[in-house]
């Protein structure tokens, strides 16, 4: 069983700059990915981010492109999500997500149905 806790949400003016954390155990904890979604009110969780566990490489939803940036440090099981120039439009309650891993190499997943884990969230709230 895989373990998510995010943390460093809160409330921000608009143009502000947030970091997210995402702190990851469990037994064999091995991902070969780790994403970010968020869900705002009254909508469906969408994308916001995808990271390779092993090299690195990085896949974004077109909004947050430019702005936000997910990293890891494997050695903390942690991922990050740096998120600059937010907008009033940023704010949900961001949620990071991983899954087993698969043996085949493919390409970054960017729907919530390819995750099986997920943390319990972290709100981010921008004024404008």
């Known amino acids: 069983q895989v373990q998510l806790v995010e943390s460093g949400g809160g409330l921000v003016q608009a143009g502000a700059s947030l970091r997210l954390s995402c702190a990851a155990s469990g037994r064999t904890f091995e991902p070969d990915v780790m994403g970010w979604f968020r869900q705002a009110v009254g909508k469906e969780r969408e994308f916001v981010a995808a990271?390779?566990?092993?090299?690195?490489?990085?896949v974004y939803e077109d909004s947050v492109k430019g702005r936000f940036t997910i990293s890891r440090d494997t050695a903390k099981n942690t991922v990050y999500l740096q998120m600059n120039s937010l907008k009033a439009e940023d704010t949900a309650v961001y949620y990071c997500?991983?899954?087993?891993?698969?043996?085949?190499?493919?390409?970054?997943?960017?729907?919530?149905?390819?995750?099986?884990?997920w943390g319990q969230g972290t709100q981010v709230t921008v004024s404008s």
């Open positions: 997500a991983t899954r087993q891993p698969k043996l085949a190499l493919m390409p970054l997943p960017t729907h919530k149905s390819d995750y099986e884990f």
């Open positions: 990271v390779r566990w092993s090299i690195g490489s990085a």
